[in-house]
């Protein structure tokens, strides 16, 4: 079974600018949860989407958005971007219900300039 | 508010030096207790579950421990490929579906 894919899986972009990732979960996942890594602060988590709703948030500004898609694939947007940004940002899918064993794509590494 | 700590930071062993990484936490009801590995420029690759205190879980030369205040990675024998960052994740109950928060991560290296 295919893992966990994201795209792209590198980006660069200018302070200012906005930036759409992707993510499609394991077939049959129906959670998606995002989060971005930094060397400073580690992984945090961004939100969760399960059916096309979010049902959790982190404590991240409303730069950082998302959404679901009905096939389960989702995306997140960042606008305005600034330097801080610039991580890896992570996106995992569970089974089905909000406590499963989350499962890690490669990853989309975004260096805002 | 919950927490992960993990320790130690780093860790050089030789090859076939046992030796086990900590990672110690507070929280509101403990759903889960995850354990990944995670390469450079990789994303976390999923290595254990455990739910309860007294759960045991073992895959090759790991081998994971809970606790009711934290778990244990003991890592036996290891080889040079076990080298990598180990991280640690707890989910708790308190409403936070989907929510993972982790540790900083050990990072081991295993000298040939």
């Known amino acids: 079974k295919a893992g966990v894919t994201q795209t792209p899986r590198y980006l660069i972009k200018t302070r200012g600018q906005q930036v759409t990732l992707s993510c499609s979960p394991i077939s049959g996942h129906r959670s998606v949860s995002w989060y971005q890594q930094t060397p400073g602060q580690g992984l945090q988590f961004l939100f969760e989407y399960f059916s096309e709703t979010q049902r959790n948030k982190g404590n991240f500004p409303g730069r950082f958005s998302g959404r679901q898609f009905s096939n389960s694939r989702s995306e997140m947007n960042v606008s305005t971007l600034e330097l801080g940004d610039s991580a890896l940002y992570l996106c995992?899918?569970?089974?089905?219900?909000?406590?499963?064993?989350?499962?890690f794509g490669p990853g989309t590494r975004l260096l805002v300039l | 508010e919950d927490q992960v700590t993990q320790s130690p930071e780093a860790l050089r062993l030789q090859e076939g030096e046992s030796s086990s990484l900590n990672c110690s936490y507070t929280v509101s009801g403990l759903r889960g207790l995850f354990w990944y590995r995670q390469d450079p420029g990789k994303g976390p690759e999923f290595l254990f579950t455990l739910y309860s205190a007294g759960e045991e879980k073992e895959k090759e030369r790991l081998k994971a421990t809970l606790t009711k205040k934290e778990s244990f990675l003991h890592i036996t024998a290891p080889k040079p490929e076990d080298s990598a960052t180990y991280l640690c994740a707890v989910q708790s109950g308190s409403g936070n579906t989907g929510k993972l928060i982790f540790g900083q991560g050990t990072t081991l290296q295993v000298k040939p």
């Open positions: 995992a899918s569970s089974l089905m219900d909000a406590w499963g064993t989350q499962y």
